[in-house]
């Protein structure tokens, strides 16, 4: 049970941090105590799924967002932190602006493909 509640009290902090709050920040907008931030973060804390409900909505993503823990076994422990930081930066998006990235990456991939030829 404890590594689940480190990897969510991560994904938490990472989230938080990708969009520039502090804890006390994050508390205030959850309606939460900041010490409880501090202890969700650090994977001392068992969550209510209310208090969860609140976190994402403080956190302005959609609630399957926190649940995001896991990323592939084959990418390097670079890659992960990479990939995790992309990712927690487009929960924060909106549909249009997700829709816009997706054209972008794809052109960019259609490029990458081109030019190995």
Known sequence: M?????QFGKKVRDLRKAQGLSQEEL???????YTYVGGVERGERN???????????????????????????????????????????????????????MRIIMDIDTWLREAKQ
Do not use: P
């Open 27 to 33: 508390a205030e907008k959850a309606d939460l105590h």
């Open 47 to 101: 969550l209510s799924l209310k208090s969860i409900e609140r976190i994402a909505s403080a956190l302005k993503i959609d609630i399957r967002g926190l649940f995001a823990l896991h990323l592939s076994e084959k990418s390097g422990a670079k890659n992960k932190e990479l990939i995790s930081d992309i990712n927690n930066l487009l929960l924060t998006k909106d549909i249009k602006i997700l829709q816009l990235i």
């Open 2 to 6: 404890a590594d689940i509640l480190k």
